[in-house]
């Protein structure tokens, strides 16, 4: 099966800008994790959402910060506008069913540079 | 709170050499375990997992682990590590509601021949 598709690879930007992510999940996984991965660090989970709903969004700066998936299927990720510190690794996830210990399967991910 | 620790940023083994890397664990319930790596510009690709039963739990690429409750450790071990085996190693523990990971800071293998 195909695995989870996320593009740009690589973006460049200026502080301030806006930047758009995009992540096409395993075909039939109900749940799509977005994940910040700074430099050195571990995943940080962003937003979580079963179909096309959000099960949390707790740790997303929702002042510059935004997701959807609107059909239930792929997914947006949207910074405006960044600041320097949002200079990471945009790793989005999928998994089969929003349940205990269910594997999650993750994509290339997008790295993004702020200038 | 959930938390993972992995004490070793970084270290360089021998090829064919054995491998134990430590993750240390907070959780006030039975936790769910994982080990994940990933390659250089790659996504993380999960090495195996524990949830329950068996404590020795054996994963893909000769890895295996040890879930040892009394000392909130699960080491990923390797008997002969191999050169492709380079790469940074990441511990999570998942809630046992919602499905949502917590990563370690992460370990880098480096592997010499």
Redesign the interface.
Known sequence: EAGVAQSPRYKIIEKRQSVAFWCNPISGHATLYWYQQILGQGPKLLIQFQNNGVVDDSQLPKDRFSAERLKGVDSTLKIQPAKLEDSAVYLCASSRRLADADTQYFGPGTRLTVL | AQS?TQPDIHITVSEGASLELRCNYSYGATP?LFW?VQSP??????LL?Y?SGDTLVQGIKGFEAEFKRSQSSFNLRKPSVHWSDAAEY?C?V?R???????????TSLTVIP
């Open positions: 993972v769910y994940y510009g790659q996504g993380l690709q999960l997992k949830f990441f999570a998942g046992n509601t919602g499905n949502q990971f917590y990563f370690g800071t992460g």
